[in-house]
């Protein structure tokens, strides 16, 4: 019984991994990204893994009634569901008015979208952490943090973990907010259309830092930013079927369940749980649900509920 147990179990997994090797996408920069625009501000490394991109002032001009991008990066194909990472090195010294994104995204006007940007600063003041949640085209869903340690430094690892319950943001393997799905309570959730990858060094300092106050000191250009080590563990999205045949939502929580094999993932852990409440209780600045007077009293329904 035990062999037959054994034989069982190897097959299911074999299942499992052949509709993996449909659909899984884990690769390097230069196989799942490429530089739609500034590609004379681009540098690949050989090995693939690592791109250095860049914003001066000639890249502003050229576009500036287009998007005011230096250099923009984006994947080819579009995922549903998975764990998405980037280790990235923002631009170092006076960087007030750049901001380097690093997002998923759909198109369209009814878009989702799921934000990591990084808003610059006056040399000696931290960067802003600035992540958001779009569904069906409406956004206003800010969290802000200052960062425990210098962007700008080294590397660092920024990872989107898309579920079809929650989606949750981890900076270093530390996670820092959680967005939970309550579709069963009228709210939307980004869970119907495909994601691509995308992340851009850009002029934004009409808004970026404070306000617009402080605009980017161009004698300090070019100025330079670098990503690294992209993994896209995830599945591709070919249409509205995709998230039956190859979606997490199917393959690996039916699949199991069905068979009383296993289980979808679980909440954070009671660990993790600390680590999170220790950055949001040191190192959060905003949080758009404890914000009454921008909604003026009425706020999102999601504010009520649970999301840790």
């Not at 179990?9 to 690769?27: H, K, M, R, T």
């Not at 085209?137 to 943090?145: A, H, L, M, W, Y």
């Not at 896209?232 to 079927?241: C, D, H, I, L």
């Not at 069905?258 to 209780?281: A, Y």
Request: glycine letters at 8%.
């Amino acid at each position: 019984m035990g062999k037959l147990s054994a034989l069982f179990i190897v097959n299911i997994i074999s299942l499992i991994a052949i509709a993996c090797g449909q659909c899984f996408v884990d690769e390097k920069i230069s196989q799942s990204m490429y530089i739609t625009w500034g590609d004379q501000h681009s540098y690949m490394s050989a090995d693939g893994e690592e791109l250095q991109y860049g914003l001066d002032k000639s890249s502003v001009e050229n576009l500036y009634f287009y998007i005011l991008a230096g250099s923009a990066v984006q994947s080819k194909y579009e995922y549903l569901f998975g764990t998405i990472e980037m280790q990235i090195k923002l631009v170092p010294g006076d960087s007030a008015g750049t901001v380097t994104a690093y997002y998923l995204s759909s198109t369209g006007v009814y878009h989702d979208e799921i934000d990591f940007e990084f808003l610059g600063n006056r040399t000696g003041q931290p960067y802003i952490i600035h992540t958001n949640v779009y569904t069906q085209g409406k956004g206003s869903r800010e969290e802000q943090f200052y960062p425990w340690f210098d962007p700008s430094a080294d590397f660092h690892n920024y990872t989107i973990q898309w579920e079809p319950n929650k989606i949750v943001w981890y900076i270093d393997g530390l996670p820092i907010r959680v967005f939970r799905n309550y579709e069963n309570r009228g709210i939307p959730f980004p869970n119907k259309q495909g994601m691509k990858v995308y992340s851009s060094l850009w002029n934004a300092d009409n808004w970026a830092t404070r306000g617009g106050r402080e605009k980017i000191d161009w004698n300090r250009s070019p100025f330079k930013a670098g990503l690294r080590r992209f993994r896209a563990r995830t599945y591709k999205w070919n249409g509205p079927t995709s998230k039956y045949q190859c979606g997490p939502g199917d393959l690996l929580e039916n699949v199991f369940n069905k068979l009383n094999f296993g289980q979808s993932k679980k909440d954070l852990s009671n660990n993790q749980m600390g680590q999170m409440k220790w950055v949001r209780d040191n190192y959060m600045i905003y949080d758009y649900c404890k914000d009454t007077m921008r909604f003026k009293g009425q706020m999102p329904s999601e504010c009520y509920m649970q999301q840790y």
